[in-house]
């Protein structure tokens, strides 16, 4: 069962990153969790309203969004997920 639910959780980790890439806003309210916090390429952590506003407004525009070094901690009745992406975008037109 931990295979299945496993497949199941990196299958949503790539809606996650498709709908990332198209700035698909009601794809990612639907994907992440309200207690989400990203870290930007800054360093600066960033809540999901914080996250869906950056997309809303178009000032995020991602090209490439690669995942690399992807760890599921999967627990009973729920999975931590942290992964280290590679992108290539831009930041309000910078």
Do not use: C, W
Not at 2 to 23: D, F, H, K, P, Y
Not at 49 to 59: I, K, N, P, S, V
Not at 89 to 94: F, P, R, V
């Amino acid at each position: 069962m931990t295979g299945n639910l496993q497949s199941q959780i990196v299958a949503l980790e790539e809606r996650l990153r498709q709908a990332m890439l198209l700035s698909d806003v009601d794809a990612l309210n639907e994907l992440i969790s309200p207690e989400l916090v990203f870290t930007n390429h800054l360093g600066q952590r960033v809540s999901k309203q914080q996250d869906l506003a950056t997309h809303r407004a178009g000032a995020l525009r991602l090209k490439e969004l690669i995942p690399s070094e992807q760890h599921i901690q999967i627990n009973q009745g729920f999975a931590v997920v942290s992964v280290l992406m590679h992108l290539i975008g831009t930041y309000e037109s910078a």
